[in-house]
């Protein structure tokens, strides 16, 4: 049975791709059954019928997926943020990153918005590029009309699925637009040529560019910590993981524990004390949430 991948969902058919084609395939009644959909992302096995006209037989096990945009087996996300207007904000960017590294969704974290910066201004966002550059991430300053940006951008992308994300007005599709002219992707462009109006943020679609995949939707732009549980969180902290072995206790949550490996790094300073804030923070919106039914 052949194998391929769905690459774009629309109007209830699923486009797999296979052999430099795009099959239209329609889901297997089972899956309505079981509660299952089909992904973007998703590698399927699909049957054939007649021309080019395709059956989804098996979902194959993915390795994440994310609710909004509904897509399966992302490597990496965009992650963009101005500097300014809105400000730069660390729990903002805190917030997206535990979310993507509890996918195991790896970030590529793209500052915007560099032109308006002052010079305090830009000491301290380069202290904090350096600091989250310790913690692991990868960091990129990105100027609008910078002729380098396919550059910078452009190799990170090859043999990776990735999706955009980022807070609100930072103008996600403007930029990708911007340093991927070749991709000439979006929502506007979509929407007029179908006619579809609002209805285009439905469809979804994985597009062939810089030899990866890119998902032509912003992707998520708010979220809670819905599905994860309080003992996940500072798993979500890669500079806790390196450390939290030597805490006294397993399965220590660094909050009122005694000779916790995290808060002595925070009295150190080999953890920044607003990164461990935010993991506090968080724990109690974990804690607070109402339980889900
Ligand atoms: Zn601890």
Same mark, same amino acid.
């Given at each position: 049975m052949p194998t391929g991948q769905i690459r774009k969902a629309l109007s209830g058919f699923y486009y797999v791709y296979d052999n430099d084609q795009l099959i239209q395939c329609r889901g297997r009644g089972v899956f309505r059954n079981r509660g299952e959909s089909p992904l973007v992302g998703d590698f399927v096995d699909y049957t054939v019928e007649g021309q080019n006209d395709g059956t989804i037989t098996v979902i194959h096990e993915r390795k994440n997926n994310l609710v909004r945009p509904p897509i399966a087996n992302i490597d990496q996300a965009i992650l963009v943020f101005s500097i300014k207007e809105p400000d730069f904000n660390t729990i903002l960017l805190d917030r997206f990153l535990v979310v993507l590294e509890s996918f195991q969704i790896e970030p590529i974290i793209c500052l915007t918005k560099s032109d308006l910066m002052d010079e305090p201004l830009e000491q301290k966002i380069q202290q904090y590029i350096k600091e989250y550059e310790q913690i692991g991430y990868t960091l990129l300053m990105t100027f609008k009309d910078d002729a380098d940006i396919d550059d910078k951008i452009a190799p990170l992308l090859k043999g990776k699925t990735t999706v955009l994300a980022g807070q609100s007005g930072v103008g996600k599709s403007t930029l990708l637009n911007t340093i991927?002219?070749? #991709?000439? #992707?979006k929502t506007g462009i979509i929407s007029e040529a179908l006619g579809r109006g609002k209805h285009t943020t439905r469809h979804v679609e994985l597009i062939a560019v810089c030899e990866g995949l890119l998902a032509d939707t912003p992707g998520f732009s708010s979220f809670e910590f819905d599905l994860m549980e309080k003992e996940e969180l500072s798993s979500c902290f890669p500079e806790f993981v390196e450390i939290q072995d030597e805490c006294k206790y397993r399965g220590c949550m660094h909050v009122k524990e005694p000779k916790c490996a995290v808060k002595d790094g925070v009295e150190s300073g080999k953890i920044k004390a607003y990164r461990y804030k935010h993991y506090i923070q968080f724990l109690d919106e974990i804690i607070d949430r109402k339980p889900r039914y």
């Open positions: 991927l002219p070749s #991709l000439n #992707l």
